[in-house]
């Protein structure tokens, strides 16, 4: 999408042909993909109204928006489509960037994501070393023939590395 003031449009099909979120039929109707609005007797003056509006805006900025990149902490609210759910909070937060960053950039959001980070390592060190006391322990074993476990019959192979997967 170009500038909405200075798109240059002078008739329906030229708007539509700037604005790679719009859409005309066949029945002469305007649809954008954004939010679903449809109008029916488009001209110019209405369709500029609508690409700057704020509904448009704001549904815009939540389509662009990279919502993954405060994985695993914000997830989609299970029942409220237009929220995000904080799992180190355990509360709600708008979809709207401003909110998402505001929550993220927040002492408490802060606090908690770099507890959760040294407790998830803490973990990580207790396990690898759970799995090198296993190991050492089977090979002073006899009968420990080539790093296989007794209990699963795996190879023990293929398991170095897996304390990096987060």
Not at 29 to 43: A, M, Q, S, Y
Not at 71 to 92: F, G, N, Q, V
Request: charged residues 35%.
């Amino acid at each position: 999408s170009s500038s909405m003031a200075s798109d240059g449009a002078t008739t329906v099909s030229e708007f539509v042909d700037a604005h790679s979120d719009a859409e005309l039929h066949d029945d002469g109707r305007v649809r954008c993909i954004v939010t679903g609005h449809e109008i029916k007797l488009p001209d110019v003056a209405t369709l500029r109204a609508h690409w700057t509006s704020k509904k448009y805006l704001k549904m815009r900025a939540v389509a662009k928006y990279d919502f993954e990149k405060h994985s695993p902490w914000l997830i989609l609210h299970k029942k409220d489509p237009h929220l995000m759910y904080c799992t180190l909070t355990r509360r709600p937060v708008s979809k709207q960037p401003k909110t998402i960053e505001g929550h993220v950039s927040g002492l408490r959001f802060l606090k908690l994501k770099s507890e959760a980070i040294a407790r998830r390592k803490a973990e990580k060190a207790k396990a690898k070393e759970a799995l090198t006391t296993a190991r050492h322990k089977n090979k002073g074993e006899k009968g420990s023939g080539g790093g296989v476990d007794e209990e699963d019959g795996a190879s023990d192979e293929g398991e170095e590395g897996w304390e990096e997967i987060e």
